[in-house]
């Protein structure tokens, strides 16, 4: 035996946040993948969801367009990766109580509350490029009023994982 560790394993934080940028490429949205992986205390992964389309709605008939109207676009009907997160989570609800949500884009206003009405306690977002948008502005009100922790990832430096399924 060496006797020494290996160095350039991943920490809790990059190792959690890259199962949410894997579980985002899973979505079906053109411009937009996003993943959410839900932590207990105990560095545990409790959920993880992407967004999509909501079950029974066929991706094919999905209006996966940006503009025009409303209606004819995604975003009144789209599943964003926390609430599936959430909903995905089969066990106790009190487990979710405290946890931490990785997610690739910081949450928007509704998935805000969804995360304050599930318990989870803290969020560790990778990107936050909607910052001066409404809803986000909204957002960072109701975590900053209820308690929630909300940080962007610290990264040392850039980090570029492979996976190599051959």
């Given at each position: 035996m060496s006797g020494e560790k290996r160095k350039d394993y991943l920490a809790w934080d990059e190792y959690f946040m890259a199962i949410a940028k894997l579980s985002s490429m899973?979505?079906?949205?053109?411009?937009?993948?996003?993943?959410?992986?839900?932590v207990s205390n105990d560095n545990r992964i409790l959920s993880i969801g992407y967004n999509g389309a909501p079950n029974?709605?066929?991706?094919?008939?999905?209006?996966?367009?940006?503009?025009?109207?409303?209606?004819?676009?995604?975003?009144?009907?789209?599943?964003h990766a926390e609430l599936n997160a959430i909903l995905n989570y089969r066990g106790s609800k009190k487990d979710l109580e405290n946890a931490k949500l990785y997610v690739d884009l910081f949450p928007c206003n509704e998935c805000a509350k969804i995360i304050i009405q599930s318990g989870i306690k803290e969020i560790i977002y990778l990107s936050d490029k909607y910052k001066d948008a409404e809803n986000n502005i909204a957002s960072r009100k109701l975590f900053d009023e209820c308690g929630v922790k909300y940080n962007k990832i610290n990264l040392k430096k850039d980090k570029q994982i492979i996976i190599d399924l051959k």
């Open positions: 899973r979505s079906k949205d053109p411009s937009t993948q996003v993943g959410a992986c839900i029974g709605f066929s991706d094919e008939k999905f209006p996966w367009g940006r503009d025009g109207d409303n209606l004819d676009t995604k975003y009144p009907y789209v599943c």
